[in-house]
């Protein structure tokens, strides 16, 4: 029987996806619509996939006991070590997946849009690995902020082209992508997480479903059972969460959180906690929930972490948030720098300020002694330093 977490034909969870895009890209998305569950479930696919994630990506990542973390807080706590993948983040399980999908369809051009420039880093990475033409669309205010990360497309050999409309950031890049792939559409749209027009939110997911797929057995290896009781995970877009959850969405038994940032607080204007501030709207191509001012204009969002302010999240978080699925919580800027320093200093490892978000409710949820709780670690902090060094206390 098919799970209601898939989506249906037309790329639809429950009202949330769907394909809102011009009719010249019709062609586009129907022909990955037609192709890619085919693609990803081959033989073939599967075993270059597999084969990129153990020897480039390096996987499978660690599923770690945080033995003082855990003493901590009271219960067996898990972190799924996507922090040591290739390129610093699960965002390469994606971009790996995604470049094999674009080679079958014959794709020799790849396009994709950054805010934080996380994701154009990743598209990039696979772009150099394969020999592949890489343009990357980034808000002009964002190149001037992310001056690391553009160099780095740079060294790998992509194009980073400016977005000069609008705020001139993330969406403003998004737009302009779009905008290229209707004038090439001989281009792959490499979209970096669980968000734009259908099929690619369910492509996404499940190219990251290989997180809970290492999670179940190395569960089972650990402590004798697959399932956790909880699962903790952040949500910008939605793709590690999607990742972490998708092997447990049918299993109701298995509690799911997802965490949004909220900035300044979640009500102060300053945020990024699109499940309690958003209305339904259609945002990248897809119906979900975005914020947005009265005008159905998308509303600027906030976070410390670059990778969490994205103003919607995807469709497949919209109906886990609606079905009561997963349970959405929030992190501020404050309680994720908390969180960030707690891990370094009792675990030894710099968490991501996206994932520190997911850490920060560790210390709201009241856990029974004997609970097994995995929290995703999406990723290493190293690009987060600059940030840590203004709020390292002596
Ligand atoms: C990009 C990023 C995120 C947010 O993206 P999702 O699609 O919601 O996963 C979270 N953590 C890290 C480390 C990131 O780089």
């Known amino acids: 029987m098919k799970s209601k977490f898939q989506p249906d034909e037309n790329g639809y969870f429950g009202q949330y996806g769907g394909a809102f895009i011009p009719e010249l890209l019709y062609p586009n998305v129907k022909e990955l619509a037609d192709n890619?569950?085919?693609?990803i479930e081959s033989d073939e696919f599967q075993k270059e996939y597999k084969s990129l994630l153990k020897e480039y990506v390096g996987r499978p990542t660690p599923l770690y006991l945080a033995?003082?973390?855990?003493e901590k807080y009271g219960a067996h706590i898990y972190l799924k070590r996507e922090d040591l993948c290739h390129t610093g983040a699960h965002k390469v399980n994606n971009t790996v997946g995604q470049i094999l999908i674009a080679q079958k369809l014959g794709k020799t051009k790849i396009i994709a849009e950054t805010g934080a420039g996380q994701h154009g880093v990743a598209t990039a990475t696979v772009c150099a690995l394969m020999g592949l033409e890489c343009t990357i669309f980034m808000g002009e205010k964002d190149i001037v902020r992310q001056a690391p990360n553009v160099a780095r497309m740079k060294m790998l050999g992509a194009k980073v082209v400016p977005?000069?409309?609008?705020?001139?950031?993330?969406?403003?890049?998004t737009n302009?992508?779009?905008?290229?792939w209707i004038q090439h559409p001989e281009t792959f749209y490499l979209i970096g997480s669980v968000v734009g027009p259908a099929p690619h939110p369910d492509m996404v997911a499940r190219l990251q479903a290989i997180i809970s797929e290492e999670m179940k057995w190395q569960l089972k290896e650990k402590t004798g059972k697959e399932n956790p009781d909880t699962i903790i995970a952040c949500v910008g877009g939605g793709s590690n969460a999607a990742g972490a959850f998708y092997?447990?969405?049918?299993?109701?038994?298995?509690?799911?959180?997802?965490?949004?940032?909220a900035g300044l607080g979640?009500?102060?204007?300053?945020?990024?906690?699109?499940?309690?501030?958003?209305?339904?709207g259609i945002i990248h191509g897809s119906k979900t929930i975005l914020m947005q001012d009265e005008y159905g204009q998308i509303k600027e969002p906030y976070s410390i972490s670059a990778g969490l302010d994205y103003p919607g999240v995807g469709p497949l978080h919209a109906f886990l948030y609606e079905t009561k699925r997963a349970k959405f919580m929030s992190a501020t800027d404050d309680e994720a720098l908390e969180a960030a320093f707690e891990l370094t200093k009792i675990e030894g490892i710099i968490p991501a300020l996206e994932t520190a978000h997911a850490l920060a409710v560790l210390s709201k949820i009241k856990f029974r002694k004997d609970q097994v709780v995995v929290v995703n670690l999406s990723g290493r902090g190293d690009k987060d330093l600059e940030i840590y060094i203004k709020h390292l206390k002596e």
Do not use: C, N
């Open 36 to 39: 890619y569950v085919q693609i």
């Open 67 to 70: 033995k003082r973390l855990s």
């Open 163 to 173: 977005a000069t409309s609008g705020s001139k950031t993330l969406k403003d890049a």
């Open 176 to 180: 302009e992508a779009i905008r290229y």
């Open 247 to 261: 092997h447990y969405l049918d299993d109701e038994d298995v509690e799911l959180i997802a965490v949004e940032a």
């Open 266 to 280: 979640v009500h102060s204007g300053e945020s990024a906690a699109t499940s309690q501030l958003g209305q339904v």
